[in-house]
């Protein structure tokens, strides 16, 4: 476990003394910015894009339907910045069941520099967060992504969040990196736009649920390395509960369970079971007491947990150990009952529609007739 702790620890929030490229020179990048519906931080995140400090690049706002009400706050925030290289699609174009390319496509065609950024509309940014990815851009990189972590909020179910993406996602996420297995999920991604138009464009995987997933396979198909940022990718959604929390996570299970079979050991890789298992063993091998050793192992999880944690947040927790402990305890209770739910139902419901999964990746919409 140790060299993925000191992964996130030595590459998480580096303070860049150097940049590795002349600032002039940095490559130009259109950022695609897929919206739907408003919530209380929505402003204050996009806005955070539009005060980037990056000499190149322009904002590609994508908004589906006419009258959602994200039009006005993307109006609202060209109005007040008139100088920054903004511009709002609306309508989006239908080429697939899967709705954020649908809704990306008028902003992909319109791009007019050879990086494209895709980032989720819950993301907020620091003013040097471009310089970051473009920074990880170097020769033989295809694509940069970010590491999934939580903003602090208030409330329990955001605690719950920030423990899950600090301590159970990161662990799987950061040692794949580490080991070399691609892994990257899609809320920030910077890709070289010409990979992906070599595989067929942003269009080749509107057939897809998971198009970060097959997106990134596309480029590591053509020889390209992945790199990942030094900075996390700040979710900073403003509506957000337990229940939303556990219908994304089942949501995802489906979605690896049918492009990678192997997800049926997942839970395996969890705390309760994991330390079940070794104890057992334990206990056959060595004749040591099962609980004991059952305990002791779980004592051990739950503080590298907490020490990874601490690495992923760059600075001090919003909540106390108590929370830490009980949002922990919850989140690895859930583990189990999460996989099962996964594989009770297949289809799967996201953003207006509900679809059912075929193997390889591919879905089909389910229309209520």
């Not at 580096?14 to 519906?37: D, I, T, Y």
């Not at 189990?336 to 207006?352: C, G, H, K, Y």
Request: hydrophobic share 45%; aromatic share 12%.
């Amino acid at each position: 476990e140790m060299h993925y702790f000191l992964s996130s620890r030595l590459h998480l929030h580096k303070k860049r003394s150097e940049v590795k490229q002349p600032f002039a020179q940095l490559a130009g990048v259109s950022l695609l910015k897929p919206l739907k519906g408003v919530d209380p931080n929505l402003i204050s995140n996009l806005e955070t894009f539009f005060t980037l400090d990056y000499p190149k690049y322009e904002i590609l706002l994508c908004v589906q339907d006419l009258d959602d009400p994200a039009v006005d706050v993307c109006k609202k925030l060209l109005g007040k910045y008139p100088n920054v290289d903004a511009r709002l699609f609306i309508g989006g174009k239908k080429v697939g069941i899967n709705p954020k390319i649908n809704n990306l496509m008028p902003g992909y065609e319109g791009a007019k520099y050879q990086l494209v950024w895709i980032c989720d509309s819950g993301i907020r940014v620091k003013p040097d967060t471009l310089t970051d990815l473009t920074n990880q851009m170097t020769e033989k990189v295809g694509l940069v992504h970010g590491l999934p972590y939580v903003a602090d909020r208030q409330g329990f179910a955001a605690t719950l969040e920030q423990v899950y993406f600090g301590t159970s996602h990161p662990r799987s996420y950061i040692s794949a990196n580490v080991t070399g297995i691609k892994c990257v999920t899609g809320m920030s991604c910077l890709m070289r736009k010409d990979v992906l138009d070599q595989a067929g464009g942003l269009i080749a995987f509107a057939q897809y649920i998971a198009e970060d997933y097959f997106m990134a396979k596309a480029i590591a198909d053509r020889g390209w390395k992945f790199s990942m940022a030094t900075q996390v990718a700040l979710q900073n959604s403003g509506s957000y509960s337990i229940g939303q929390f556990q219908s994304r996570m089942i949501r995802w299970t489906k979605l690896r369970i049918n492009m990678l079979p192997g997800t049926v050991l997942e839970p395996v890789s969890e705390c309760f079971l994991a330390s079940l298992i070794i104890g057992w063993a334990a206990h056959h091998v060595f004749r040591w007491d099962m609980m004991v050793f059952f305990m002791c192992h779980c004592l051990a999880w739950f503080i590298a947990d907490y020490i990874q944690l601490t690495g992923v947040q760059g600075g001090p927790l919003n909540f106390s150990k108590l929370d830490f402990a009980v949002a922990w305890f919850i989140r690895e209770s859930m583990a189990v009952q999460i996989f099962l739910s996964a594989l009770w139902d297949p289809t799967i419901s996201w953003r207006t529609g509900r679809y059912r999964l075929r193997c390889g990746g591919t879905a089909e919409e389910i229309l209520d007739v």
